[in-house]
């Protein structure tokens, strides 16, 4: 196998992303094949567990508590609830449950030992856990990692050119910050972005520039379409095309040759045909189920049967890396320490996110 580079050049990727598609979807499913069986794809659970109210103002996201959209809020989920989701997700053919809560970053009490005990619970049905909860600390990622966490998503969203654009109350900075605290634990690292927010493909290949370059590189790399949402600043944004997906999906295979590229929000725009066109150029896995955190996704029968008519099987869970161990909380090194950490707030404004928010305002109004 070829060596896997981390000095990767915007130009460079520029050049892949850019080139003919037939030559780049040749490139990309050869070095498909040479690390990765092409017809084994991961079938992954996205389960909310914590909905809206954010105090984030990200331009793509619905669960932001200043902008007017139609999610309903809910409260941290029980750990009998996620439990029973996990069940039903292993029933339906997933390997990996991923767990989102609507948080700014993690914060240190009851709630957090709460999730602690969900990755307890669900990597002991022999699941894969993840979790995306914001930033978080070293000692918070070592709690996690304690509870047997499988994989930390923290999506870097886009170029750091472009993150000022879509975002103004935390820094990139902060987000490269959590996925190095991850990187001091077992814990593997989920980080990837969105295409169609009205960025630049030079954006695209800065944000692979900023993921290829990490040493080591991401285990796991989300490709997500934007799906515009009523009530975001994002919602005018027009659907992105297929072939931008497909250039996307394979630039990241050729530039991060041993990572699972997952084709995540925006499937139920792609017809079949894009889809497996996505699995050629090297995607090796999905989200499954009726909904990606709070917007719409195939239904899970939908994809099995698209894995029928390709020929592709669930991936079993644990063939990367082998499963953690879950120490309980009563014999756990590490413990709850007060921390307050600083994480920046950039301090700039966005129009397009101070428009929404008015626009919210004048609704509640009503």
């Known amino acids: 196998m070829s060596e896997t580079r981390h000095n990767w050049t915007r130009e460079e990727i520029l050049d892949i992303y850019n080139q003919p598609l037939m030559e780049l979807l040749y ?35 619905p669960q932001a508590a200043r902008y007017h959209t139609d999610i309903e809020g809910n409260d941290l989920m029980t750990v009998s609830h996620v439990k029973a989701q996990a069940l039903r997700a292993k029933a339906a053919g997933s390997s990996r449950v991923c767990m989102g809560a609507a948080w700014r970053n993690v914060k240190d009490g009851p709630e957090f030992d709460q999730v602690l005990e969900m990755v307890r ?26 509870a047997g966490l499988y994989a930390y998503n923290h999506n870097l969203d886009t170029s750091e050119e472009y993150y000022k654009e879509v975002i103004s109350t935390r820094g990139y900075e902060d987000r490269l910050k959590t996925i190095g605290n991850v990187r001091k634990t077992n ?8 295409i169609g927010m009205g960025e630049k493909v030079e954006d695209r290949a800065g944000m692979l520039v900023a ?33 931008d997906m497909v250039r996307m999906v394979a630039t990241a295979r050729i530039v991060m040759p041993q990572t699972q590229v997952r084709l995540s929000a925006g499937r139920t725009q792609m017809s079949r045909e894009g889809q497996a066109m996505c699995f050629f150029a090297g995607a ?24 029928e008519k390709l020929g592709l099987i669930p991936q079993k869970p644990f063939v990367k890396k082998a499963q953690p161990e879950s120490v309980e909380a009563e014999f756990s090194k590490f413990k709850e320490i007060g921390e307050n950490p600083r994480w ?22 009503v």
């Open 187 to 194: 814990v593997t690292v989920c980080s990837g972005g969105i």
């Open 284 to 307: 090796n896995s999905i989200f499954a189920g009726d909904k990606l955190l709070t917007t719409p996704n195939p239904d899970v029968n939908e994809d099995m049967a698209m894995f």
């Open 121 to 146: 619970t669900i990597n002991k049905l022999d699941m894969e856990v993840c979790c995306t909860l914001g930033m978080v600390t070293e000692n918070q990622a070592q709690r996690l990692a304690e």
């Open 344 to 365: 920046s707030r950039p301090g700039h404004t966005i129009e397009r996110n101070e428009l929404a928010k008015q626009k919210a305002k004048e609704s509640k109004a």
């Open 27 to 61: 490139q990309a499913a050869s070095v498909h094949r040479e690390y990765h069986d092409p017809n084994t794809v991961q079938v992954s659970t996205l389960l909310s567990i914590k909905t809206g109210g954010c105090p984030e103002d990200c331009g793509y996201c």
């Open 211 to 243: 993921l290829s370059t990490l040493n080591p590189q991401p285990e796991s790399v989300p490709i997500n379409a934007l799906v515009a949402v009523e009530g975001t600043p994002m919602e005018e944004q027009k659907p992105v095309e297929i072939w």
